[in-house]
């Protein structure tokens, strides 16, 4: 039997409060970036819960914790390159 969880997302996709979560950011605000075309999010086909792509997390989560620097071109990555 589905848990809950699986009744609305696949493992590919993440709930608003997951997402948020991983961000650390409010629910509140993973709505308003989806509101002002930021963040969109998908949406659920039969219940309509918004619902977004674990990789646009990842990616997202990514990059604010380097600042926005894609994490290839963050300086801790290069000097770490540079020390192999």
């Known amino acids: 039997?589905?848990?809950?969880?699986?009744?609305?997302?696949?493992?590919e996709l993440l709930t608003v409060?997951?997402?948020?979560?991983?961000?650390?950011?409010?629910?509140?605000?993973?709505?308003?970036?989806?509101?002002?075309?930021?963040?969109?999010?998908?949406?659920?086909?039969?219940?309509n819960y918004r619902l977004y792509r674990r990789d646009d997390i990842e990616h997202?989560?990514?990059?604010?914790?380097?600042g926005g620097v894609p994490e290839e071109q963050h300086p801790v990555a290069v000097l770490r390159r540079h020390e192999d």
């Open 60 to 66: 997202l989560r990514r990059a604010l914790l380097h």
């Open 1 to 11: 039997m589905p848990t809950s969880r699986q009744q609305y997302a696949p493992p």
């Open 17 to 47: 409060s997951e997402a948020a979560a991983l961000l650390g950011v409010s629910e509140k605000t993973l709505r308003r970036w989806d509101a002002a075309g930021k963040l969109p999010a998908h949406r659920h086909p039969i219940n």
